[in-house]
């Protein structure tokens, strides 16, 4: 079964820098997403992507981040300049088509850790 | 906005035991999607279920049923029979049904952690 891949699964960061975390959605999938899980706590929505275009971005996303689909299938979240407090698991998720009852299908999630 | 409440912080059952993760939503829309989704200690999300608002029939799925009741907002969630691998972290999530075109996101819950021993 096709499956969303992320890489790396770790990713230990000094405070500071830049990062690069990145998704392989499954392959006819049309809309994109990264959802973070701080350690113990929810799941929060980040930036969704549809049409080449951000459709949709939460409070958390702020100039710090950026999300690119550079070709055809990868899906990039970029933080430019890591804080501590971006220490968390970072989900990418892609779903289908049009209709919103279609789930979300998540990847493994990489763990960042800033230090 | 958009808030999902899932009350139930951790639950501990024996195996075999039958289990429910409540659930219980808020949005102002008339039309949504619910969804539960599960976290096994090794960290992935794994889609379980959906439901659309507008259909209240609850259903059975092999050991998983739910429950949605929409005059009460809740989206519960039953599994029979536990057994030790379903110990996870369990998540309900709300979308909007947005327009065509947009990329509705996913609200989540707080999450029930279900402990299930032998």
């Known amino acids: 079964e096709p499956e969303v891949t992320q890489t790396p699964s770790h990713q230990v960061t000094q405070m500071g820098q830049e990062v690069i975390l990145r998704c392989v959605p499954i392959?006819?999938?049309?809309?994109f997403y990264w959802y973070r899980q701080i350690l113990g706590q929810k799941v929060e929505f980040l930036v969704s992507?549809?049409?080449?275009?951000?459709?949709?971005k939460s409070e958390i996303f702020d100039d710090q981040f950026s999300v690119e689909r550079p070709d055809g299938s990868n899906f990039t979240l970029k933080i430019r300049s890591t804080k501590l407090e971006d220490s968390a698991m970072y989900f990418c998720?892609?779903?289908?088509?049009?209709?919103?009852?279609?789930?979300?299908?998540f990847g493994d999630g990489t763990r960042l850790s800033i230090l | 906005a958009q808030k999902v409440t899932q009350a139930q912080t951790e639950i501990s059952v024996v195996e075999k035991e039958d289990v429910t993760l409540d659930c219980v939503y808020e949005?102002?829309?008339?039309?949504?999607?619910l969804f539960w989704y599960k976290q096994p200690p090794s960290g992935e999300l794994v889609f379980l279920i959906r439901?659309?608002?507008?259909?209240?029939q609850n259903e059975i799925s092999g050991r998983y049923s739910w429950n949605f009741q929409k005059s009460t907002s809740s989206f519960n969630f039953t599994i029979t029979a536990s057994q030790v691998v379903d110990s996870a972290v369990y998540f309900c999530?709300?979308?909007?049904?947005?327009?065509?075109?947009?990329?509705?996101?996913?609200?989540f819950g707080t999450g029930t952690r279900l402990q299930v021993t032998l």
């Open positions: 949005t102002r829309d008339t039309t949504y999607y």
């Open positions: 992507f549809y049409n080449n275009e951000i459709s949709e």
């Open positions: 998720a892609s779903r289908e088509g049009l209709n919103s009852n279609q789930p979300q299908h």
């Open positions: 999530a709300l979308s909007e049904a947005l327009n065509t075109g947009t990329a509705s996101k996913l609200t």
């Open positions: 439901r659309n608002s507008f259909d209240e």
């Open positions: 392959s006819n999938h049309l809309y």
